[in-house]
């Protein structure tokens, strides 16, 4: 069994910062991609950011140059740091793992997600 569990959501205003976290845990053997996705009401989830277990990440263009995504190995932890946020950035953000259980399965993981409101 394995869980991703999502923190750091909430309410802030244009031009703020958040910074959301996603912790693995359960019968894990080794993760080769951690990312963030999102979805907006209506509309379908869209990648947001992703970093390989070799730490090369991946943005949306629309994120970039405003969010960092971010991993710490040891702990099977993916940060996603957003500045200068953007009413259009409001969504439910979805934490996903691309990783191998230590039963030796290829799994893709999903958080629960958080939600994030960008709001004067």
């Known amino acids: 069994q394995v869980q991703l569990v999502e923190s750091g959501g909430g309410l802030v205003q244009p031009g703020g910062s958040l910074r959301l976290s996603c912790a693995a845990s359960g019968s894990i053997f080794s993760i080769y991609v951690m990312g963030w996705y999102r979805q907006a009401p209506g509309k379908q989830r869209e990648l947001v950011a992703t970093i390989t277990s070799g730490g090369s990440t991946n943005y949306a263009d629309s994120v970039k140059g405003r969010f960092t995504i971010s991993r710490d190995y040891a702990k099977n932890t993916v940060y996603l740091q957003m500045n200068s946020l953007k009413p259009e950035d409001s969504a439910v953000y979805y934490c996903?793992?691309?990783?191998?259980?230590?039963?030796?399965?290829?799994?893709?993981?999903w958080g629960q997600g958080t939600q994030v409101t960008v709001s004067s």
């Open positions: 996903n793992a691309d990783l191998v259980t230590s039963h030796g399965y290829e799994y893709s993981y």
